[in-house]
């Protein structure tokens, strides 16, 4: 490949391989060094699904932070989001059933944005889980409620609380008929 190869390429290419991820990551982290592939976010999302489906926990994140610091000027057009981890986000859940991956691979993500400083797309990839029934690890939700009320305050943080952990629902008429989704709260 003269010219390198393609994000595309790269993702089919860590499918066929992703039985053996630390080659995958190796492929990877090659490709990068020899400016291979202009990597993008479905790239990203291909390495980072394979990571979390190996258990290689700390290789995903510290990908998952790569991916949301890079700043790619010629990713996808069909992005709907202004926020790199909100598109992130949506690429992984597009890719997630294709990799096979785990599902904590979006406390991962939220950990990440937590750690970059980006309050609002984790609040939002909590909302959008929730929405889809997928509840975030009741840790991530603590570390999200924390990190709200350290940065605005205790009411938006309790706020942020009922609404993850749907205590406002109680009375609701999909509560009622038992099809509601509610995360329960630990000690914490």
């Not at 489906?53 to 790619?72: C, E, F, G, Q, V």
């Not at 598109?87 to 991956?101: A, I, M, P, Q």
């Not at 205790?154 to 629902?169: M, N, P, S």
């Amino acid at each position: 490949c003269p010219n390198g190869i393609t994000p595309a390429e790269f993702s089919e290419i860590t499918l066929h391989i992703k039985n053996k991820p630390q080659l995958a990551l190796r492929f990877f982290l090659w490709t990068k060094s020899k400016s291979l592939c202009n990597h993008n976010l479905a790239s990203y999302s291909s390495i980072i699904h394979l990571l979390a489906r190996a258990r290689l926990s700390s290789h995903a994140y510290d990908l998952i932070r790569t991916a949301i610091r890079a700043s790619h000027q010629n990713d996808e057009e069909n992005c709907r989001f202004n926020s790199r981890p909100l598109n992130l986000f949506e690429t992984l859940v597009k890719t997630y059933r294709d990799s096979g991956s785990a599902p904590f691979v979006f406390d991962l993500l939220i950990k990440a944005c937590l750690d970059s400083k980006k309050l609002d797309p984790s609040i939002e990839i909590v909302r959008m889980l929730l929405s889809r029934g997928i509840s975030p690890k009741v840790s991530t939700l603590n570390s999200l409620i924390s990190r709200v009320c350290k940065s605005r305050g205790v009411d938006e943080g309790y706020a942020i609380y009922r609404e993850f952990f749907r205590l406002d629902e109680e009375n609701n008429e999909i509560s009622k008929r038992g099809s509601g989704f509610r995360v329960t709260p630990n000690v914490h």
